[in-house]
C-alpha cells in the first residue's frame, strides 16, 4: 500500500510501540497507587510529561495529558470561559477542525457569540480583520496553527502579538504543527495549546493540552490526576508513547521536514505538470512541507479515491474527521473554491515511512486514475 494520508493518521513508530509495551504488559500499575509498580509508572509518567515539554519548549508542569486533541481544544475552552464567565465572546475562524468548530457551535447554543474569521483564496488570515474583530467582551481566541486540509500555516508570531496588545486568550489548535514545524513556546506567550498522539506515530486516544504556568486554569474533568488537572487514572502505556513519539519527533524533525518537502514537491509538480487542469489549492509558501491539497478539475473526489484504493494508494478528500457526514470541506468553501471544485480535490499527505519509490508509483497511478474519471465523465 502506498499510504498518502499521513494528515488523518500515522503508523505507530516501532520505537514508541517498544516503549509502550512494558507497560501493557508487566508495568501495569496505577500511577496514583503508593506501590512500587505505582511508583515505576508515575516515573515513567513524569518522564514522558518531560519529553512532551521538550518537543514544544514548555516546562514539564505546563503539560497535561489528555484522550486526543479534541478533549484538549475542550478543556481550554472549558478553563478559558469559565475563568472569565462576564466575557460572552469567542473568535476563531472559517477553516478550524471540526473539533473546535463544534464546540463554537455548542457554545453558540449556549448564549456565546461567536465570531469566524474568514481566509483569502490562499487560505490566509486578515489580520486586520482579527484585530478588528477582538473587543473588550472576547473571552478567547482559538486558531488552528497549520491547516490540515491545505497545510496553509497563519501567522502566529503576528497573532501573538495581536493577542498581547489586546490582552485576550490564546488557544492554538496545532495538532497538524507538531512535529512538522519548530515549536518554542518559551518564546511564545500563548494560554493553551492543543496536540494529538495519532499524528506523530503514538496511537489513537491520547493528547496533551499545554497550559501556560501563568494561565488560570479550570479543569474539565476535576480530580486529583494530572496534578489536579484532570480526573481519571491516566491512560499510561498511551502517555508513554506519547512521550516517547514526541522525543523521535524532536530529533528527527529537521531532517524530516527537508526530506518530507522534496517528496511532496516531487509529487505535486509532476502532477501539476503531467495532468492537465490540475490547480493548488493553497499557499504554496508557509505551508506545511508534507501537504498538497490539489484540485483535478473534472472529476469527483469520492471516485478517485475509490479508484485508488483499488490500486492501493491511500490519501483523502479533506479531512478524515468530515468523510462520515459526507459534507463538502468547509474549509476549501470558506477559499472561495466553487461546490465542483471542492468536489474535484484531493489531499496527499507524506510523512516519516514515505519512500522515493512510493512516490514514483504513486505519479504512474495517480495520472491514469484521472485520465479514466474524466473520460468516464458525463
Ligand atoms: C487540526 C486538528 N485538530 C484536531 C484534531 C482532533 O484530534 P484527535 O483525533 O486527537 O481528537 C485533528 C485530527 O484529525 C486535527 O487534524
Known amino acids: 500500500m502506498i499510504y498518502l494520508d499521513y494528515n488523518a493518521t500515522t503508523p505507530i513508530d516501532p520505537g514508541v510501540y517498544a516503549a509502550m509495551l512494558p507497560f501493557m504488559e508487566k508495568e501495569y500499575g496505577n500511577p496514583s497507587s503508593m506501590c512500587t509498580l505505582g511508583r515505576t509508572a508515575a516515573h515513567a509518567l513524569m518522564e514522558a510529561r518531560s519529553q512532551v515539554a521538550a518537543l514544544i519548549g514548555a516546562r514539564s508542569c505546563e503539560v497535561l495529558f489528555t484522550s486526543g486533541a479534541t478533549e484538549s481544544i475542550a478543556t481550554a475552552f472549558h478553563s478559558a470561559l469559565s475563568s472569565n464567565p462576564s466575557k460572552r465572546h469567542i473568535v476563531t475562524s472559517t477553516t478550524e477542525h471540526s473539533a473546535t468548530r463544534n464546540l463554537c457551535h455548542e457554545y453558540e447554543t449556549l448564549g456565546y457569540e461567536i465570531t469566524e474569521l474568514s481566509v483569502d483564496s490562499s487560505g490566509m488570515l486578515s489580520l486586520d480583520a482579527l484585530e478588528e474583530a477582538i473587543s473588550p467582551s472576547t473571552a478567547l481566541l482559538s486558531l488552528i496553527w497549520a491547516n490540515n486540509e491545505t497545510g496553509v500555516i497563519f501567522p502566529i508570531e503576528t497573532i501573538i502579538e495581536i493577542t498581547q496588545r489586546k490582552k485576550v486568550t490564546l488557544h492554538l489548535d496545532a495538532v497538524q504543527a507538531i512535529g512538522k514545524i519548530p515549536i518554542d513556546l518559551s518564546k511564545l506567550p500563548i494560554d493553551y495549546l492543543s496536540l494529538s498522539g495519532h499524528k506523530i ?113 491511500c490519501c483523502s478528500a479533506g479531512s478524515a474527521c468530515n468523510t462520515k457526514s459526507k459534507t463538502p470541506s468547509h474549509v476549501l468553501s470558506a477559499m472561495g473554491l466553487t461546490h465542483d471544485e471542492v468536489s474535484s480535490s484531493l489531499r496527499f499527505s507524506v510523512g516519516r515511512f514515505s519512500t522515493e519509490e512510493e512516490i514514483d508509483h504513486a505519479l504512474n497511478i495517480i495520472p491514469r486514475v484521472v485520465q479514466k474519471l474524466r473520460e468516464l465523465a458525463p
Open 201 to 313: 506515530y503514538a496511537p489513537k486516544g491520547i493528547g496533551a493540552l499545554y497550559v501556560h504556568r501563568h494561565t488560570l486554569f479550570r479543569p474539565l474533568f476535576p480530580g486529583s490526576q494530572e496534578n489536579g488537572r484532570r480526573g481519571g487514572t491516566e491512560n499510561v502505556a498511551s502517555c508513554i508513547a506519547l512521550g516517547k513519539a514526541a522525543e523521535l519527533a524532536h530529533q528527527m524533525l529537521l531532517h524530516e521536514m527537508k526530506r518530507e518537502c522534496a517528496l511532496r514537491d516531487r509529487l505535486e509538480k509532476t502532477l501539476l505538470e503531467k495532468i492537465e487542469g490540475v490547480s493548488l489549492n493553497g499557499v504554496k509558501k508557509n505551508r506545511l512541507s508534507n501537504t498538497s491539497n490539489l484540485c483535478f478539475h473534472g472529476i469527483q473526489a469520492v471516485e478517485a479515491l475509490l479508484l485508488l484504493d483499488l490500486e492501493g494508494l
